[in-house]
Nanobody, 128 residues
């Protein structure tokens, strides 16, 4: 069974940076896809960035050019580098993963329903 554990959240002023990480526990194969999602109070959970099993990445328009998703070669750790943070980036951030036999489209990769495994989340707060 796969378990995901996020770390790295915190409070930062607008314009600052944070780096989130997600540790993967349990065996995963090369067909494992992962992503970062966030949920602000009173809002639905939304996709932020995702990485397909072949390493291709997808970003939400709201974070393009500011956030970078990456993972180590063994796929044991998923990272999200967040630069130029804005108050609207404030949310609980979640790591997610799923086994996929086929390549995911951008909309699938950022879709909450596409994922099976979820972490508990880490809070990011950006003050103005």
């Amino acid at each position: 069974q796969v378990q995901l554990l996020e770390a790295g959240g915190g409070s930062v002023q607008a314009g600052g940076s944070l780096r989130l990480s997600c540790a993967v526990f349990g065996y995963i194969s090369s067909s494992y896809c992962m992503g970062w999602f966030r949920q602000a109070p009173g809002k639905v959970r939304e996709g932020v960035a995702a990485i397909n099993s072949d390493g291709t990445t997808t970003y939400a328009d709201s974070v393009k050019g500011r956030f970078t998703i990456s993972q180590d070669d063994a796929k044991n750790t998923l990272n999200l580098q967040m630069n130029s943070l804005k108050p609207e980036d404030t949310a609980m951030y979640y790591c997610a993963g799923v086994y996929r036999d086929k390549f995911m489209s951008a909309s699938q990769a950022l879709g909450v329903i596409s994922y099976r495994h979820w972490g508990q989340g880490t809070q990011v707060t950006v003050s103005s």
